[in-house]
């Protein structure tokens, strides 16, 4: 979404309505600068490091407003956390590490022609679809294989 990246997170006192806190824009930040997901533990390990006083009630409910803004985007991946990624326009999907929880996001054209098919298929406007796969990635690969 252009709005994250529109956003002058220096200089913007509001986002859409909501007063921009120096603890929303720090999260922010965190979120612009995390490269890929990152769980609501990990934002808060981060931003604790650069401010003391912000609480894991703040990130959490700033990950909620974040995701009700349709800044963000939220996704359990695997069984235990929801990640949080910045919203992104094009299409992607994620590979989920069962050993390490590592994500790896991978974009496949086959994808996309599948959800056409289905949306033709069945006269279905589909306005969402999501695709993660789970295994290993290949340093848990070789750490089960010897074992």
């Keep these: 979404m252009k709005l994250i990246m529109s956003l002058n997170l220096k200089k913007d ?9 120096a603890q929303r824009r720090l999260l922010l930040e965190l979120l612009r600068g995390a ?15 650069r401010d003391e006083s912000i609480s894991p009630a703040t ?3 700033s990950l909620n407003l974040f995701k009700e803004l349709g800044l963000v985007d ?3 991946l ?10 992104q326009s094009p299409e992607h999907q ?10 790896i996001e991978f974009q496949n ?7 056409e098919a289905v949306r033709r298929e069945h ?14 990635c290949p340093d848990c690969a070789e750490k089960e294989k010897a074992q």
Excluded: W
């Design 59 to 61: 990130v959490y409910r």
């Design 78 to 87: 695997g069984k235990v956390r929801c990640y949080y990624e910045i919203k």
């Design 74 to 76: 939220e996704m359990r």
């Design 35 to 49: 490269e890929g997901h990152i769980d609501a533990k990990e934002l808060y390990r981060r931003a604790s490091v």
């Design 13 to 21: 006192r509001e986002i859409l309505g909501h007063a921009m806190t």
């Design 94 to 103: 994620h590979l989920v590490c069962q050993g390490c929880g590592k994500v």
């Design 123 to 136: 006269r279905f406007n589909i306005t969402k679809a999501e695709l993660y796969l789970e295994g290993y």
């Design 109 to 115: 054209p086959y994808f996309q022609k599948l959800i």
